[in-house]
C-alpha cells in the first residue's frame, strides 16, 4: 500500500499544488493527504500540536523551521459572470468601483486582512462597512459573488480567482500596482514527522519541473 503523507496547505496555492502532488503520486508510492485551510486556521492548528508531515502556509508562519518557498501570490479582484468589469487599473479608479458597488466581499484569511487594511489607506472604510461581507474563506465569497445580482466585487488570492473560471465567476484583474500586495509561501516539515517521502516531496517542491507548474498556476 501506498504510504500516507499528510498536508495541511493554504488555499491560495491549490491549484498549483494539487498539479504537483498528482505529478509526486504518480512517480513515488505515496498519498498525498492535502487538507486545505486559511492562513488563520493553520496558525491555530500549529499552535495545537496537530500532528501533520508538511505544512504549506504564508512564510511569516513558518519563520522558525526551514522552509521552501513555493513563491508568492497577489490579490485579484471578481465579479459575476455578466456583470461589468470594474475600472480598477489604478488606485483612484479602484477606490471609485468599490464605493460604486453595491457590495464587497472578502475573506478572513491573508487576503482578506489586507483588504480590510486597504479600504482604511483609501480612506473608505467607514463609508463602504455597511456593504463588507466577511466571509469564512475563499469558496464562500466566490459562491456569494456568484449568487448576486448586483455589481458586487469581490478579492481574493489571483490563483484561485483564475481557477474558478467556469464557477459563477469571472477575473476581474489584480489589484493596481502601487495597491497590490503578495503573500510569499513556503512548505516546511513538521516536527512530529518521521517519513522520508515527506522530505522527498519538499526536495521535489524545489526541482526545475515543480518550478513550472507552479508559475503556470500564478505562482511567481
Known amino acids: 500500500m501506498a504510504r500516507e503523507i499528510r498536508v495541511l496547505s493554504a488555499g491560495a496555492v491549490k491549484p498549483g499544488l494539487t498539479k504537483l502532488s498528482q505529478e509526486f503520486e504518480r512517480e513515488h508510492s505515496v498519498s498525498l493527504q492535502v487538507e486545505f485551510a486559511t492562513a488563520p486556521a493553520i496558525a491555530k492548528r500549529i499552535a495545537g500540536n496537530e500532528t501533520f508531515d508538511i505544512v504549506i502556509a504564508p512564510l511569516a508562519l513558518l519563520a522558525s523551521t526551514q522552509s521552501t518557498l513555493l513563491g508568492r501570490i497577489g490579490v485579484g479582484v471578481m465579479v459575476r459572470d455578466g456583470a461589468a468589469l470594474p475600472n480598477i487599473a489604478r488606485a483612484k479608479q479602484l477606490t471609485q468601483s468599490l464605493l460604486d458597488s453595491a457590495s464587497i466581499m472578502f475573506n478572513q484569511a491573508s487576503t482578506g486582512l489586507y483588504i480590510d487594511n486597504l479600504l482604511k489607506r483609501l480612506a473608505i472604510a467607514v463609508q463602504v462597512e455597511a456593504r463588507i461581507t466577511r466571509c469564512g474563506d475563499f469558496a464562500a465569497v466566490r459562491d456569494l459573488i456568484a449568487a448576486s445580482h448586483d455589481n458586487a466585487i469581490g478579492f481574493g488570492a489571483t490563483t484561485v480567482i483564475a481557477e474558478s473560471a467556469g464557477q459563477g ?43 513550472s507548474i507552479l508559475k503556470s498556476a500564478g505562482i511567481d
Request: avoid cysteine; charged fraction near 10%; glycine fraction near 4%.
Open 169 to 211: 465567476v469571472t477575473y476581474a484583474g489584480p489589484l493596481p500596482a502601487e495597491l497590490q500586495n503578495y503573500t510569499s509561501y513556503a512548505a516546511a516539515l513538521t516536527a512530529s514527522t518521521t517519513a522520508g517521502e515527506a522530505k522527498a516531496f519538499i526536495d521535489y517542491l524545489a526541482t526545475p519541473a515543480a518550478r
